[in-house]
């Protein structure tokens, strides 16, 4: 059974950080590409940042760029999200997923990816 469990979310004052995790199980982690994504209320669920199965392609939307950094363990089967100088906008809840073969022109399109986890709320607020 394939599984992806993102954890690390909260509530944080502007300006604050916070390090989401993705650990998964049930597939061939190195063959795959980890995305994260996120969706506000009310809103479509728009790409972050992605990393390449090997770990040594990173892609991030500018609305990332600069304050985000994406990492992953292939021995460890788990990626991560450092999210720093967060903002109110980046309020929402933050998904990570899994995709094979994924071409760079789809690489933050949600159909790009076949596996997703529950999602985890991020809140920044004062």
């Known amino acids: 059974e394939v599984q992806l469990q993102a954890s690390g979310g909260g509530l944080v004052q502007p300006g604050g950080s916070l390090s989401l995790s993705c650990a998964t199980s049930?597939?061939?982690?190195?063959?795959?590409?980890i995305a994260w994504f996120r969706q506000a209320p009310g809103k479509e669920r728009e790409g972050v940042a992605c990393?390449?199965?090997?770990?040594?392609?990173?892609y991030y939307a500018d609305i990332a760029k600069g304050r985000f950094t994406v990492s992953r363990n292939n021995p460890e089967n788990t990626a991560a999200l450092q999210m720093d100088n967060l903002k109110p906008g980046d309020t929402a809840v933050y998904y990570c997923a899994a995709g094979s073969s994924v071409i760079t022109s789809e690489r933050m399109h949600p159909s790009a990816y076949s596996y997703w986890g529950q999602g985890t709320q991020v809140t920044v607020s004062s």
């Open positions: 049930g597939f061939i982690f190195d063959d795959y590409a």
């Open positions: 990393i390449g199965s090997s770990g040594k392609r990173k």
